[in-house]
């Protein structure tokens, strides 16, 4: 029960990738070249920030900003990484890069920093299990499969059944995550982020076909059938999230957004 990304892990061995790298690295390169670090709480003309979590702000501009979306779109073409690592995730790592080359004022380290960098995406990918809570189905039976994914029916007794194989600390985490009621159940090998919106788009196409069965039904015209992803109906906070689990239980991710 797999989504669609089963390519193998990146890696750099051949003329092509140690081509690909040279251009990362005079990427990255231009990128810094753009930023400018903000002194406390200095102002600075330039019409961006990056406001970092251990208090590093750099400023930047429209060229910058290219430059950014370009490295992004670089680096997902190496290998299966378009298909297993998030846009969001890769952007993301990268300005943290970016932040550690600005502080060390230098790109003496450079090829050590790139290195960790790479290694450090390679590594979010794993095999994750993602539920996608879904609006306007009751189940009679426990579970469905449908194509590559499955359609799962979670009781309170399974839920009950669930914690009572997980050590103690997770049991909080899996009752705030996954509750009762109808779920898409999608497994795959990527990043916590792209195994998400894998699991959203494989989601999609489940209800699709959903629809046109309730649409084919003898009574199919009579009365009003709303099938969907739960967070598309409404975002009170009753609703029930997008629930992320790394194989392993190494983490919880609960997202109520779908990206």
């Known amino acids: 029960m797999t989504c669609s990304a089963d390519a193998t892990a990146p890696h ?3 003329a092509q990738d140690e081509k690909w790298l040279a251009t990362l690295k005079d990427m990255v390169k231009s990128v810094v070249s753009q930023m400018v670090v903000v002194q406390g709480d200095q102002q600075s003309a ?3 920030a990056y406001q970092e979590a251990r208090g590093i702000t750099f400023a930047y501009g429209e060229q910058a900003l290219d ?3 370009r490295t992004n779109a670089h680096l997902l ?3 299966s990484w378009g298909l297993k690592v998030s846009e ?3 952007s993301d ?3 943290r890069l970016v932040r550690t080359l600005l502080v060390e004022k230098g790109d003496e380290r450079l090829d050590a920093h790139l290195g960790e960098f790479l290694q450090d995406i390679a590594g979010s990918v794993s095999r994750q299990t993602v539920f996608v809570p879904v609006f306007g189905l009751s189940m009679r039976v426990d579970s469905w499969k449908i194509g590559s ?3 799962l029916n979670v009781t309170q007794g399974l839920l009950d059944r669930w914690c009572s194989e997980v ?3 997770y049991v909080p985490l899996l009752r705030a995550g996954v509750g009762v009621g109808v779920y898409v159940r999608c497994a795959c090998e990527a990043e916590a982020n792209r195994a998400k919106e894998l699991a959203y788009e494989e989601t999609r196409r489940v209800i699709d076909l959903l629809r046109f069965s309730v649409a084919l039904k003898a009574n199919g015209g009579r009365g009003r059938y709303v099938i969907a992803p739960e967070e598309e109906i409404n975002l009170q906070p009753e609703n029930r999230n997008i629930c992320i689990i790394p194989d392993g239980l190494r983490s919880f991710e609960v997202n109520s957004r779908a990206a």
């Open 77 to 79: 073409t190496q290998k």
């Open 93 to 95: 790592r990268l300005m």
């Open 46 to 48: 330039l019409p961006l």
């Open 167 to 169: 050590h103690e600390v």
């Open 12 to 14: 750099s061995t051949s």
């Open 67 to 69: 430059l950014v979306n």
């Open 88 to 90: 969001k995730f890769v």
């Open 149 to 151: 994914v499955e359609l």
